[in-house]
Nanobody
């Protein structure tokens, strides 16, 4: 059973930057797909970015050009670099592992979730 632990959430001003990290307990999720999701109260969890086993990224439209997903398999760490942050990016951000690369950013498919880290943009 894989464990995911996020860190790096904070409060920042609009236009600022943050880098989230997700520590992964074993390397197996990197053989499938890993993703970042976010959720605000009262709304469904939304896929933000994914990276598949070949290292290819994909992003939801609202973050394209501003967010970058990356991974370091040696250190078993997933990253989400967020630039030019906007108030609408405010959410709890979750790291997730999925065995379904074609559905990696769909919230019903991950097999493991982190506890979340709060990002607040004002």
């Amino acid at each position: 059973h894989v464990q995911l632990v996020e860190s790096g959430g904070a409060s920042v001003q609009a236009g600022g930057s943050l880098k989230l990290s997700c520590s992964v307990s074993n390397p197996s999720p990197f053989k499938y797909c890993m993703a970042w999701f976010r959720q605000v109260p009262g709304k469904a969890r939304q896929g933000v970015a994914q990276i598949n086993k070949d290292g290819l990224p994909r992003y939801t439209v609202s973050v394209q050009g501003r967010f970058t997903i990356a991974r370091d398999i040696a250190s078993r760490t997933l990253y989400l670099e967020m630039n030019n942050l906007r108030p609408e990016d405010t959410a709890v951000y979750y790291c997730a592992a999925s065995h379904y690369p074609n559905w990696c950013m769909e919230p019903d498919f991950p097999s493991a979730w982190g506890q979340g880290t709060q990002v607040t943009v004002s």
